[in-house]
Structures are given as C-alpha cells and as structure tokens.
C-alpha cells in the first residue's frame, strides 16, 4: 500500500508534538484517527518511517494471558511470554501491540526549517551516498566492573569478526593511557558512541561509577534515541528490579553467561544481536 508524502509529514509532525508533551508510545489507532486513515495505512506510515530512519520504532506487546509486557524483535514472529509461558501471535492480537519511538537525532538537525520537514531531504541524507555509509563503524562502548573483566575480555574476542569487517569500533576503559583523565575520556565515549554495552553482575550494580554514572547516562542518550542499549548478563544478580527490567538482555531470556555449560554459544547469540544493531544503524 503506497503512503504519500503529505501522510508522512503530518505523522511525523503528530509524533514530534507528542514527545514535546511526554509520550513516547503510539498505536496505530491514534494515528489513524489523527489522520482520518485506516489502521492498516497507519501501520503502513509508521513502518515506512522506521525504514527512512526518521524515526527509531521499537514494538512492545501484552500478553493476552497474564499481561506481561514484551519487547518484541519481530512483529511477524510467534511470541512467547517469558512469565506464563503463552505463545500468541501479534498478527492476530494487533489489539495488544504498541509503538515505542523516538525521533532519529540526526533527523533532528532538520528541526531547525520552519516549514514542515520533507522527508526527501532524510531520504537523502540516509541514502544518498550509500557506499560511504557503508564504510562508517559504528563506535561500540563496553562498559563492565574489573571484577568481570574475564568476560569483557571473552566479548572483545567474539566481535573480532565485526572488527575484521570493518563495522564497529569497540572502546574500554583498558585503551586509557597512563596520566590520561580517564572521567573526561569515559564521558566523552558514552556521549558520542552508537552501541553502549552494560555487562550486568551485583558488582557492576554495587559500583557507583558503572551503575550511576555509565548506565545513567547511557539511559539518559537511549531514552532521546541517541544510542543504543544492550545489557549483557554476566553473573546471577536481581537486575530485573533496576531500570534494566525495560531493556531486553543477552543472552537470550537475560541467562546469565556464566551458568552456560559452553559459553561460546551464548557469545555467538551475544554478537549475532549487536550484528543485528550495526546493519540498522548502517
């Protein structure tokens, strides 16, 4: 179904005025109602901006059963609820599904045009050049307690793919030199990179500097669409009380790596994701 020009710049103008008013979910029936459309159409609009990168969509469904709130990958894929068990299907429950999102910042730049923004000039900027986009890494933060050092240091092997490919530029605190102010430095990786990954253990949670300092401030660029967040389970911890409980973690179902019988798998599911993350920024 073809979606117009005039449907994409009213949406967006819809969206950028419920940010400004504190809402960040959308359903499809809002939209549709706003621009006197089908549901259908809507779902349509919202895809298609996800596509043009003018907006960063993320889907979060109820489970039909117990009520559970989901963060779904794949809208087309059978679901299975983490808490009862239940597997339902988005397709036939639209009713439970909602839209998450936030304004791409690098579309934001365009903030600045009185007129209502044409979103040619995103589709160029995001795809006039494909081969030198191409060929920008993506600058990959990991952010982790010494006392998981063994981990990070496990990680860092498992990404050596994406490295040799050329698609990420991966940062720890073990690059800093000697006589370097390490806090000025740190700071300016959690304000500028892409990917920022929290490797979670009760040590990572009782250190005031990973827990109140990276994480906090890596919450504060993802909630402005800024950066991307993945929290890697190291160790067994309570991290499903902290703020974390609204990220989906590694490895799959948040299993702590260090309970895997062979951890090779669980770093294999680990970098398959952040592939995954590296394409939709590419």
């Not at 949406?11 to 706003?34: C, G, P, Q, V």
């Not at 299975?80 to 397709?91: A, H, M, V, Y």
Request: glycine letters at 2%; proline letters at 3%; hydrophobic letters at 35%.
């Amino acid at each position: 179904m073809n979606v117009n020009q005039e449907q994409l710049n009213r949406t967006l103008t819809f969206l950028r005025w419920k940010l400004e008013h504190n809402s960040k979910n959308i359903d499809e029936i809002k939209i549709a109602k706003y621009l006197k459309i089908s549901i259908e159409e809507a779902i349509n609009i919202m895809e298609k901006l996800s596509d043009m990168r003018a907006i960063i969509l993320n889907v979060k469904a109820n489970c039909p059963a117990c009520k559970n709130d989901l963060w779904v990958e794949d809208i087309n894929a059978s679901i299975k609820c983490n808490e009862c068990g239940n597997t339902f299907s988005l397709s036939q429950n639209k009713r439970y599904m909602r839209y998450y999102y936030t304004i791409n910042e690098s579309y934001k730049e365009f903030r600045k045009i009185r007129e209502c923004p044409q979103l040619s000039i995103v589709s160029k900027f995001f795809q006039g050049d494909v081969n030198n986009m191409n060929t920008n890494k993506v600058n990959v933060f990991l952010s982790y307690c010494h006392a998981d050092e063994e981990y990070k240091n496990k990680l860092n092997v498992h990404l050596s793919p994406l490295k040799r490919m050329s698609k990420i530029n991966e940062w720890d605190d073990r690059e800093l030199e000697a006589g370097t102010q390490f806090d000025e430095i740190i700071k300016r990786h959690l304000e500028k990179d892409d990917i920022i990954i929290l490797l979670i253990s009760a040590d990572f949670i009782n250190s005031d500097y990973c827990y109140n300092t990276e994480m906090q401030k890596a919450m504060e660029r993802c909630k402005k669409g800024q950066c991307k967040i993945l929290p890697i389970i190291v160790r067994p911890c309570l991290w499903k009380i902290t703020p974390l409980k609204d990220f989906l973690a590694l490895p799959k179902d948040g299993k702590p790596l260090s309970t895997y019988e062979n951890e090779d798998i669980a770093y294999l599911e680990i970098v398959e994701a952040v592939n995954q993350e590296i394409d939709s920024f590419r």
